[in-house]
């Protein structure tokens, strides 16, 4: 049942950009990077049990778990050479919610009695807050951790919810994510402290938040509502990017100047179609030419330079990164599953 609820979630994934915030301001000031550090985390099942990883550059920097366990790195997000690194661990019939940092267990989150998902991890003021989840009794509660305990719990009674992604501005935490309250439809909502900042849809059809960038003062989020990729900027629809003929996701979203770029996939047919847009626009779909399936779950942006990083499908997951429509990284050699699911990239200047 656990491993169950592990893959209902894989769509609803999000990402996490290095800075805190999600957009590169001085990118027209600035010259051209000469280069970049590019740390990605997810997955690779090396001996059938999946192992949490941390690449750096297309290379492992670290292996977070020793494959006796089923184990996923979910978030990374990297501040003056630390790398903080959030995602579960399989124990028994529980998930455990872990966060390391360089690569070594720093806090674990483990209910009493039930399960902690953690999907978000980010750095602030010498403090590490993660948002996820923890199901209790087979209800789902949104959360976010600080240093390891609990901050916030958002959910009224009866309801469900879940945290996708949380950013820090000084003082103030957001998350976003969704509720559910009885048999009403699932709402994407974000969340400012410890109450209800912004709740983006009606309740007509499910809808749900997966990505939170704060760009300054403004946040943009990326989600779904019904079968339909959305952009908002703050409690605002501001791109529709599908047209709900069939179904789509936006998984990630970052600003780059005053280009604001989504990634996230459609289904043609029984294929997930990876797609990067660009101000609401489509810039190009992700595929290695062969015809499979893709799905980016991150993308971070730099002036011209776009990164994205997820999954490409074939007889198995394959981990990859993209620079542009070109496959940058191959992650995982193909022997068995792997994907990712979070990228942080920093510009290097010399």
């Not at 124990?91 to 902690?116: F, H, M, R």
């Not at 339909?228 to 709900?244: F, I, R, S």
């Not at 971070?300 to 981990?319: E, I, Q």
Request: some cysteine; glycine content about 12%; overall charge negative.
């Amino acid at each position: 049942m656990k491993r169950l609820l592990h893959n209902l979630f894989l769509p609803l994934l999000a990402a996490i950009l290095c800075s805190g915030a999600c957009s590169d301001d001085d990118n027209g000031k600035q010259p051209k990077p000469s280069g970049y550090d590019i740390y990605t985390a997810g997955y690779k099942t090396p001996s059938g049990k999946s192992v949490a990883m941390v690449w750096k550059n297309g290379s492992e920097l670290y292996a977070l778990t020793d494959g006796t366990n089923d184990a996923w790195a979910y978030s990374v997000f990297v501040d003056n050479g630390t790398v903080y690194t959030a995602g579960y661990e399989q124990q028994g019939d529980a998930i455990v919610g872990k966060i390391w940092v360089n690569g070594t267990l720093k806090y674990t989150v483990a209910p009493a009695s039930g399960s902690a998902y953690l999907y978000s991890v980010t750095a602030a003021d010498g403090s590490i807050y993660t948002a996820g989840s923890e199901d209790t009794g087979g209800a789902l509660t949104a959360k976010v951790w600080k240093d390891g305990g609990e901050a916030y719990a958002y959910s009224v009674s009866p309801a469900t919810s879940q945290a996708r992604s949380v950013a820090v501005s000084g003082s103030d935490v957001y998350t976003a994510g969704t509720l559910q309250s009885g048999l009403e439809k699932q709402l994407a909502v974000i969340w400012k402290n410890d109450k209800a900042h912004f709740t983006l849809t009606d309740g007509q059809t499910d809808a749900g938040a997966t990505a939170l960038c704060l760009d300054g003062r403004t946040l943009y989020t990326a989600g779904y509502v019904g079968m339909q990729a959305v952009v908002w900027k703050d409690g605002d629809v501001l791109y529709t990017l599908t047209d709900g003929s069939s179904s789509a996701q936006a998984t990630a979203v970052c600003r780059s100047g005053s280009a604001l770029y989504t990634a996230g996939y459609t289904v043609d047919g029984f294929e997930n179609e990876g797609v990067v847009w660009k101000n609401g626009r489509e810039l190009y779909d992700l595929s290695d030419g062969s015809g499979e399936g893709s799905l980016p779950y991150a993308i971070a942006a730099y002036g011209d330079d776009v990164f994205s990083a997820g999954t490409l499908f074939g007889t198995s997951r394959t981990a990859v990164v993209w620079h542009g429509e070109e496959i940058l990284h191959t992650l995982t050699d193909g022997t068995g599953h792997g994907e990712v699911y979070s990228m942080c990239v920093i510009p290097l200047y010399n």
